[in-house]
Structures are given as C-alpha cells and as structure tokens.
C-alpha cells in the first residue's frame, strides 16, 4: 500500500443490475414546514431523473418512509428520545406521505422504517435478492443520517452501493459534505448524477430495443 | 418544536444494565506500522480505565475484530474493493490479535467481523439479549467507520448507544469530529470519558458491597 | 451425557420478564372460509385468557399478521410458489385482520409480515429489546409454520421461548404434534396453558398490589 | 383455490444459479460416538455427490459449523440449556471439525454459527448476495434441526431453497419425514439427489466446454 488514495477510496465498480431506493422522501423532509426539512429541491429533480431512468430499464424502484403510530413508540423510543423532530412522522399524516413530485407508481414498495437504515427492521434485503439486483443506487434524505446509514447496510448485505451526489440532501451543509466523503471512501462509490444517468441508461438499451421489436411490452411484469 | 435544540440532541439517557464493546482494537487500527493505524493513545488509555469500571461492576465486555481468511474475499469483496487496506487484516496474522494493552480475558468475547458495524454478520445483538443488557457503551475505532456504524445499529437493535468521547479514535480529525456531531445529534449520547467511568463506578458500587459481604466473589460467573 | 433426555429437551426456564406475541391469528387463518383455516376454537379461547393474563402483569403484546399488497410479490415470490393459498391474504382485505374475537388494544402493535418468523423483516427484537424483554411466550397459528419458525428466531435472537400448548393450532394433526415435539425438544419449554397462566399470574401480583396501593395506575404509560 | 394440493407445496423451482450449503456436518453429528450422532451414512454420499456437482459447476459451496467457546456460553445459554448434548461441540476440539470425508477446499468457507440457521450471526447472506446467487441447495443434519432452520431463513432472505432428500440425516425418523413433509409444503421443493445432481450438471454444461475451449480454466478465481 503506497499511500492513502491506495489505502481507502478505490473504485468498487457498478454492478450488472441496480435497483433504486429513494430513502425517506416524505413530505415531512420535503417540505420547509416541517422540523425535518432538508434542501431537497435540487435532489427532487435529480431523483425524477433517476426514476425515470431506472423505469425505463424496467429496473426495480424502492421508496422508505419512516412512519410512528401509537404502537411503534415502544420500538423506537431511544430514537424519538435522541430526535424529538422524529415525532412530526405520525402515521396516516400527510407527513409519511412520499413527495408527490416524485410520487411512487402503484407496483413500487413503499417500505415504512422506523429507524436510519432502510434495510433494518424492513424486507428491502429479501426483495433485492428475490428481484436478481447485484447493486443498490441510494437518493434521498437526509444525507447524514438515513441515507448513510442504508449506504453502509446496503454493503453490508453484499449488494454495491453508489450515490449519486445530486440526488442526496441534507439540512446541514458541513454534515453533506463529510457524509459524502465518508461514504466515498469506505463504503460507496459517490458519482456525478451524469454518471448515474448513463448507468441506467446503458442498462434500458437493450430493455428498449426489445420493447420496439415487440408489439406489447408495456405489459411485462415487473421482474 | 422550537429549535434546533429541540429537534435533534435530545438526551436518550443511560441505560440500567450497559454492555461495554471495545470496536476493532487490533494492532491493524493501533500499530503506526499499518496502513490502517488511528490515533490511538488517548483512546488505549481511556479503553482501559473503562474496561476496569465494566469489569468491577461485573458488566459483560464484548471486543471485536476484522479479519479476513481466504475464504471471506467472497462475502466481503465490495468492502474491500473500496478500502484495499482492509487486506491488511489477515486470518491468523498479529495484524488482527487486539492490543495487548487492552488484552481481551479469556472469558470475554472476541467477534470476528468483515464488515463495518459489529452486530452485522455476528451474534452481538443474541449475546446482548442474553445477558440482559438494554445498553451499549461504544468506544474503539475509527470512529468515523466502525464505531459509527455500531452505533446505528446498537440504536435499531433497541439499545441505548453511549460514546465515551476520549475513548474513539480515527486518521482524519475532521471526519472524527463531524461523526461524534452526527452520533450526538441522532443516535447517542457522546459523553466526557469522566461521565462514563462515574456511570460504571454507580453500577459497581452495589456489586462491590456484596463482594465485601461474600467470602469468594472472584468465583462468580459472568452474567 | 447419559441419554436421550439429558441430550435433549431440557428445561430452559421462564424469565423474570416476558412478552406475549399472537402470531398470525387473523381472519385468514382462523375463519373455516379460508383456504388457510386452523383448527382455532381451543387456541382462541387460550391465548384470552393469555391475553389477560399479560394485560394485567401489563406485559407487552404484540399481534402479528401476514399482508400482501402488490409491491410485496417481489420480495414475497418464492414463499407465494410454494403456497399459494398465501395469496387469500391481500392488504386491506378483511382476511389479515386480527381476529375480533382477541381483538388488540390501540397501544399494542400489529406487525405485518411477508414471511413465516415474526421477526423476520419486522422490528420484533428491537421492540423487545427497548421494552426489557427477557422470554417469549409465543402463541397463534400455524403450529408447523409461523409459531416454529418464530420460536426458533427468538431463541436465535436471545429470548426464552415458551408455548403454551393449547394456544397455538394447526391444520394438521401429525405436523402439530411433530412440531411441538421438535420445539421442545431443541427451542422452548412447551407447556400446558394452566403453567403459562401461572406464570403471568406471579409477574401480576406487585403490579396489582401496586395498583391497589395507588389511585390512578392506568395512566402509567406502558414500558 | 380448488384443494390442498393447491393451496400449499407448489413448485418453486430451481434458481440460475445456487449454491450449495452443507450445514453442521462436522464429527460431533456424524460420529456414533457423539450424542448427537445422526444417521449420516447415505448423506455423506450424496452430499460428496453433490459437492462434486457444484465444484464442476464452479458454484459457490459453504460448509456450516456449530462451536462454542468459553466466552460464547452468554449468548447460547437458552439453547445450550435446551440441548446440553450441544456442550459436546467445543471449540478447538474435532467434534467441531467437518467429517474428512468431505472436507472443504481452502477456498470454500465453515462458517461457525451459533444457533440452527446457517444464516443467524454469519455473513453467509452477505456471501451468497455477493456471489450472486438466487438460491441455495440445502444438505447436512439434522433435518428437524439445522436444516430445517436454514431452509426457512433462506426463503425468508429471498434465495429459492432446494433440500436433496437423501443428503439430509437426522436420528429420529418420525422428525426426518414430517419434516420434509413440512419444508416441501412450505419453503423448498424436496427433490431426489438425482434431479439435484441433474440441475447441477445442467450449469456446470458450458463451465466444461468453456474449460476445454480454454487452455488453463483452472486459474479463474471464484465467483
């Protein structure tokens, strides 16, 4: 090891099928009305392209809302203790909801967490490894906070993670920055939303070439 | 809510019963000579005055270590794809023994792990449960690696994360500085060292009476 | 070792303090109309008298139920394969709620699962966790599907397993004896409902003493 | 749903791409001399059967252990109270070994565990995520035991389980066929060695004509 460019940050490379996960989009971090709020309006649009992208290629698509009812209380309690801003996040509220901007189509999980990580406490694993994905594309919010703690879980669980700048916010702009060179360094690759673009792009290729040579693809399944 | 203050950095408190896990100590994170060293003579000091609070007070002490045997480059290929000096840490190598300054009793686990948080991929979460502990004592390194990443999820589990501030160290000063914000805002109490070893001393105090009241209490098994 | 009994099937013992988890007692599973129905009536009428027992110890209860909703075929394929009378149990139909006959009370969770462990994919143990939880007494149905597998992730996960006998159901004789064969053999203490009745009964008595000794105790929150 | 054959045991299918996982098939189950001895003597055939199978296949192969040390007593208490014969499994000792006579290549992990699934507090999850596999050919002992146990994890993690019915043991035999019985209805499609031995040669087809197209097939690393 000759230093720490070759110590830490290497290119751990995309895989051959991502899925995408937008982490915690809920009204209640999108909008500037709530205590949760972050910057997220360049991360909506960069998530729509994404969406899009990852639609397209006939990819699966994950949303997470964290969400407390009456009965969750107990689970969460050293969470809600730490974070008091958390209880803003009751169920049935307009809160939970996902941004409708980039509101999720009616095939798309929208897993409900009651903690950072979208794979603790959720089937995201299961579903990931039943859908055939080798890799996980994370967006969302708040970079700091949710996002990471899915980055680092997502490794964890063998799949590939990669963010896409853009498309992660926060409502604290050191706290982004470091995050992302966190993330950059141990656990994910951090690209340019460009970049992730034309990953799912170079992926719905032939997904499109097969739709055009044939009559009805709009009906396929989701895999 | 009618803050910052108010909204993240709620006090989540101490539990009754602490389980004190010493993250990743090896020589591979406190040797100069590796390629993964930290900072960690402050911390080795800190470590051990807490490692004699815990075990005065009959608390059970967990240690960790990353290790790698030929056979673990499947599971962990991605992690170690991003941080080649994790090779480093060879099954069987010195690299991977913890600290003989901080030398592990016999009846005290060591966990082998290839990831990041030390409930991940090990029976952590099992051992905690059945020794009737409800919170967790963090210290070791780095703590902008794996010590953060057990924080997260000492936190999902159920148990309430506590940082002894002097006893975490890491290579980059301000990734250490912004991870013990982050924990602090979301997931922990990070404290003084002097909080921690006062909090140990009050759980022993009743287990050292009945010491002095019994003949032979060096014979008691742990819990 | 000097035999079959002291190889196996010894006596794990209760803890000081348990929770009382209904798996799976929903419509689907207890109404003759379903292609999933048990045989329920005695099981019905045991986890009741469960039911209060832990109530007034004021011992947490949890209700489990298994929900479909489209996004959840995915994740939910290979298990939907195998047996397709799953398929009854579609979100929002009446099928997945709890029977009424034990209906749960607002503070008591209802967790949905896609899977057969009730902790598989839900935030089971970290309820348990926060709530100081050392056993588990399991009831519901099947006896050879989600009751086993549950029992055999709590005894993963650290908790005493306990069943009591006359509150789980199948509907197949031979697996059910087989399975409670197999639970206590390896897992739980398999008990008659009178001893599980009992044992909720000794944990009650200080918290009724209590009661009486002070005006108001149902406005204590639960733990 | 017309009757019981449709309601429960459909197939499931075989996957692309398995591997295969031979669970606790170390001395202290195959030896007459342990208490836990099962009847192994057919399974030990199948299971080399099968590892040859899956070698020429070039699909990952995992071995799993049960061993217990000093310090591993907390975690496992409930289930070493249950099964004191589990005491026999000593770390260190060659009860925990895997039977010679189908011993791991260095390449291929033993996984040490704890409890029954070969998944709980192992990253064998993370390995079979990261070797990109869709389901898992479960062997070993015992049936109403471990391998069972693991059967339900690897469904409930999203991978298609597949038990070869002569390549599973265990020492009772009212167990070992009820709990096929319930497997196959449930979780796994219970098939004869030979169509395992088919499905095997089926992948490992084009791994052969590639090698002898090729002049040094055997420097490819693994998955």
Not at 89 to 109: F, Q, T
Not at 122 to 147: E, Q, R
Not at 177 to 187: I, K, P, S, T, V
Request: proline residues 8%.
């Amino acid at each position: 090891v000759s230093g720490p460019q070759a110590a830490f940050g290497g290119r751990a490379g995309f895989g051959r099928r991502p899925a995408l996960v937008v982490v915690d989009m809920s009204v209640g971090f999108t909008d500037a009305a709530s205590p949760l709020a972050c910057d997220v309006d360049g991360a909506l649009a960069a998530i729509a392209r994404l969406l899009a992208g990852a639609r397209e290629a006939a990819l699966p698509v994950v949303f997470t809302t964290v969400s407390y009812g009456r009965a969750d209380e107990i689970a969460a309690r050293a969470f809600l203790d730490k974070a008091p801003a958390l209880r803003t996040l009751a169920a049935g509220s307009r809160w939970v909801e996902i941004d409708p901007r980039i509101a999720p189509r009616p095939a798309e999980p929208v897993l409900g967490k009651l903690f950072a990580s979208a794979f603790f406490g959720t089937p995201l694993a299961s579903l990931l490894v039943a859908a055939g994905v080798d890799s996980l594309l994370v967006t969302g919010a708040s970079t700091s906070g949710c996002v990471r703690a899915t980055v680092v879980d997502a490794l964890q669980h063998g799949f590939r993670p990669v963010v896409a700048r853009e498309a992660v916010a926060d409502r604290d702009r050191a706290a982004h920055e470091q995050n992302l060179r966190d993330m950059d360094a141990r656990y994910a690759d951090v690209v340019p939303l460009e970049t992730a673009v034309g990953w799912l792009a170079e992926i719905a290729a032939p997904v499109r070439a097969a739709a055009e040579a044939s009559p009805s693809p709009a009906t396929a399944p989701l895999p």
